[in-house]
């Protein structure tokens, strides 16, 4: 345990008080822009609001990952116990949304 | 002194053929099953959306038919806003407990815990608020596809979110009566671990469901 005690430290060490106020900053300031975005109606309505929302949710989810639950720095056993099992939920998510006609794609002609 | 030193213990010494604790490979399998877990919920809200045929709606305005009053979209999205705001505070607030107890700082390390128990608590009092006004307003559980997803999905998020207020409630007596100290700090870790994966939960919650129309 004390190895493994060991272990996990030295693989935390790698952040600092710093870089942790900067990530909190950073998501903050993420979060202020979705909302912020949300109550522009020029910009809610057009066909960049839901790709653009998807994408600060997408980073601020990848921070939050990889600074506060140190993936980033951790074993690749971690990552792969976390990593693989949520690319296959937000395919299967995907697959349902076709599969339910939420989602189509066009073929062009 | 023998109690000091069992107090101190680790709690479970053995030797493992990755060489990693095997709490922590535990509670990484579980974060993974749980992945699939909230994307069932998500995908089961994201697919009835805007398949209901009476109101309240999420976003849009919806005619009362008991009284013919036009009634404004049901989110609340400010309120919302600063739970997220609040969650995400409580995961620095996470870190930095995890921190203090690597360090052996007692005192920090009890700011902390509490800090983020009490965040906890101030979110699941905002949901408690929420849910109670949707109510008032018409929206149970019952009343049309949004509402049965809707608090299915939240209110699954919120019983995780109890349950590590009441982790970090049992960390933090546990720190008060004995200390946490570099030892430990895998326990904390894990509890660290738990609570930042419902943050994260929480930001996928917040942008599919209370943000895109």
Redesign the interface.
């Known amino acids: 345990?004390?190895?493994?005690?060991q272990?996990?430290?030295d693989h935390?060490?790698h952040?600092d008080?710093k870089t942790?106020?900067w990530?909190?900053l950073v998501?903050?300031v993420f979060?202020i822009v979705?909302?912020w975005?949300?109550?522009l109606p020029s910009f809610?309505q057009s066909r960049w609001?839901?790709p653009t929302?998807?994408i600060?949710?997408v980073i601020?989810?990848a921070i939050?990952?990889m600074f506060?639950?140190h993936l980033k720095y951790d074993?690749k056993?971690?990552r792969a116990?976390?990593v693989?099992?949520?690319t296959?939920?937000?395919a299967?998510?995907i697959s349902?949304?076709f599969l339910?006609g939420?989602l189509s794609i066009h073929a062009a002609g | 002194m023998a109690t000091a030193a069992l107090a101190h213990a680790?709690?479970?010494?053995?030797h493992?053929s990755?060489?990693?604790?095997s709490t922590?490979?535990a509670i990484?399998?579980f974060?993974?099953?749980e992945?699939?877990f909230?994307?069932?919920l998500?995908?089961t809200y994201?697919?009835y959306?805007g398949r209901s045929l009476v109101g309240p709606f999420p976003h849009e305005a919806w005619t009362n038919p008991a009284t013919g009053e036009v009634m404004k979209p049901i989110l609340n999205?400010p309120v919302t806003?600063f739970s997220?705001?609040v969650l995400?505070?409580s995961?620095?607030t996470?870190?930095?407990a995890?921190?203090a107890v690597?360090r052996g700082d007692r005192k920090f390390s009890k700011i902390w815990l509490l800090s983020t128990a009490a965040l906890g608590a101030t979110f699941l009092g905002m949901q408690a608020f929420e849910f109670t006004s949707f109510v008032h307003e018409g929206l149970t559980i019952s009343t049309n596809l949004f509402g049965s997803t809707f608090f299915v999905l939240t209110g699954f998020h919120g019983a995780h979110v109890a349950a590590g207020v009441l982790w970090l409630v049992t960390l933090f007596f546990i720190d008060n009566k004995r200390g946490l100290g570099?030892?430990d700090?895998?326990n904390v870790?894990v509890c660290?671990?738990y609570w930042?994966?419902v943050?994260?939960v929480w930001?996928?919650i917040?942008?599919?469901v209370y943000?895109?129309?």
């Open positions: 345990m004390e190895h493994h005690a272990l996990d430290a935390q060490t952040v008080w942790y106020r990530v909190a998501l903050l979060t979705e909302v975005l949300y109550y809610a609001f839901v929302i998807l600060i949710g601020k989810f939050v990952v506060y639950m074993f056993l971690f116990l976390f693989g099992p949520l296959v939920a937000i299967i998510l349902l949304l339910f939420k | 680790p709690a479970h010494k053995h493992t990755t060489g990693l604790d922590k490979i990484w399998a974060i993974g099953s992945c699939f909230f994307a069932s998500i995908s994201l697919i959306k999205i806003s997220a705001f995400l505070m995961s620095l996470m870190v930095l995890h921190s690597l570099p030892r700090a895998i870790d660290a671990l930042h994966f943050d994260v930001i996928a917040f942008a599919l943000l895109i129309k």
